[in-house]
């Protein structure tokens, strides 16, 4: 091999490097983001609730970081096969930590409102499903970095947990309003906020089958199971 080809390869392989970096620290961000919004939300903080939303642009500047490497990835090395899905998987990968980062930043945003009324009990139930979906994007994460595959299709079988624990908790707030309507507000503002945790979920079920997809080079066979009866 060439001392330019080496210089070229080497150059290649530290610009796939810094892509992988940026997409780690996204996902660091995103993780850190939803604690934060279910800490403020359970301490009742709308000063801290208006920071959590404001870190969001943090994230936003690093997906664009990200599809802007992509863009010169593509334009200057013209990658192929497994070069070319890291790429593609790194595009993907960080629209999906972006939406993570807006759900948590609405769930914030939620809180502010909420702290204008009295605290509703049912609101506990939020903590749990925060944590279960933190750890979902957490894992995904973590298997995206590894570049294993049988532990992203752990995470996306493990999204059932995820919509099962939603249900339940959309369920109660329904009973909940219904017993007292004068909840009605304060409950659907909670239900928002559930329905955002539950996304971040499927966005982590996502960043586990485009790893999936980077290692095998094509999507998981069979079907994602669903477990969220809230529409029946």
Not at 125 to 151: F, I, S
Not at 170 to 186: G, S
Request: overall charge negative; hydrophobic content about 45%.
């Amino acid at each position: 091999m060439s001392p330019t080809h080496d210089h070229i390869v080497k150059s290649y392989d530290s610009e796939l490097k810094r892509l992988d970096g940026e997409i780690q620290r996204m996902g660091q961000i995103a993780v850190a983001q939803l604690d934060a919004a279910i800490d403020v939300l359970q301490r009742r903080d709308s000063q801290a609730a208006m920071r959590v939303v404001a870190n969001d642009d943090a994230i936003d500047a690093l997906e664009h970081e990200v599809s802007h490497d992509v863009l010169r990835l593509l334009a200057l090395r013209q990658p192929m096969a497994r070069d070319l899905r890291e790429v593609y998987a790194a595009l993907r990968i960080s629209a999906d930590i972006e939406r993570i980062g807006d759900y948590a930043a609405n769930v914030a945003k939620r809180s502010m409102v909420l702290n204008q009324s009295a605290p509703v009990s049912a609101a506990r139930g939020l903590p749990a499903l925060a944590k279960l979906a933190n750890g979902l994007v957490a894992e995904a994460l973590e298997a995206y970095r590894l570049r294993d595959a049988d532990k992203a299709m752990a995470v996306r079988s493990r999204d059932v947990e995820l919509d099962a624990e939603y249900t339940g908790l959309f369920r109660e707030l329904l009973t909940y309003m219904a017993e007292d309507p004068r909840q009605i507000t304060a409950c659907t503002h909670l239900l928002f906020a559930a329905k955002n945790i539950e996304r971040i979920g499927d966005h982590a079920t996502n960043i586990a089958e485009n790893t999936w997809f980077l290692v095998h080079g094509e999507p998981p066979a069979d079907e994602r199971q669903k477990a969220d009866l809230t529409s029946q």
